[in-house]
């Protein structure tokens, strides 16, 4: 079973702040998830990706296969940012494609 | 287009109790994929449908847990004579395609069903 650890569990930032949120994984994956949730409980998707970078907007994720990390930035925080982001990735179990998920980064932006 | 939609949005039922929780995917998905998060606690997978093929439960803490899925569409997840360690956020997400390379399983996932047992 893939072991999915984030780092930090919590991290409370000021308005404006770059901000690093960190994952690594055990095993070999098909693709790793950076999802969002909002108090109330509903998930975005923020990015899949097996390679390399992405960037939405303030958002940057990276990943590094050889090292197993992944790393989601947010440039210019602002409080509408606050949330949890999860990390999970992607298995090919038998056929299935089924996540593992870290526990979440609680992020507080403050203004 | 709509996303994924799940009902009810919260659940409030007696220990004991039989619940169902359904889930609307997104039209032309063809996985399906139920997971559960309690209070405190990270994300776990429950079951996965892709198609017509026989469902994923490995997930599955109990056999008091069971899902379908009718037609390819709609899902529901039933939880049977219901303990107070069921009471957590069930999340349901669909994707084009399970066994696809990205982005046809990449997974949207739905605002979820909070289920409290008492």
């Known amino acids: 079973k893939n072991e999915v650890e984030q780092s930090p569990q919590n991290l409370t930032a000021q308005e404006g702040e770059f901000i690093t949120i960190n994952c690594s994984y055990s095993?070999?994956?098909?693709?790793l998830h950076w999802l969002q949730q909002h108090p109330g409980g509903g998930i975005v998707s923020l990015f899949m990706l097996s390679s390399g970078k992405k960037k939405h907007g303030r958002l940057i994720a990276t990943i590094n296969i050889q090292e197993k990390h992944s790393s989601l930035h947010i440039t210019a925080s602002h409080p509408r940012d606050s949330a949890v982001y999860i990390c999970?990735?992607?298995?090919?179990?038998?056929?299935?494609?089924?996540?593992?998920f870290g526990s979440g980064t609680q992020l507080t932006v403050l203004p | 287009g709509a996303g994924v939609s799940q009902s009810p949005s919260n659940k409030v039922t007696e220990k004991g109790k039989d619940v169902e929780l359904r889930c609307d995917p997104i039209?032309?998905?063809?996985?399906l994929y139920w997971y559960r998060q309690s209070l405190g606690q990270g994300l776990e997978f429950l079951i996965y449908?892709?198609?017509?093929?026989?469902?994923?439960k490995s997930g599955l803490p109990s056999d008091r847990f069971s899902a379908e899925r009718t037609g390819g569409s709609v899902s529901t997840l039933t939880i049977q004579r219901t303990q107070q360690e069921d009471s957590a956020v069930y999340l349901c997400?669909?994707?084009?395609?399970?066994?696809?390379?990205?982005?046809?399983?990449?997974?949207?996932f739905g605002p979820g069903t909070r289920l409290t047992v008492l």
């Open positions: 997400a669909s994707s084009l395609s399970s066994r696809a390379a990205y982005p046809l399983n990449e997974q949207f």
């Open positions: 999970a990735v992607s298995e090919v179990v038998g056929s299935a494609r089924q996540l593992t």
């Open positions: 095993v070999g994956i098909s693709a």
């Open positions: 449908f892709q198609g017509n093929s026989a469902p994923d």
């Open positions: 039209s032309g998905h063809t996985a």
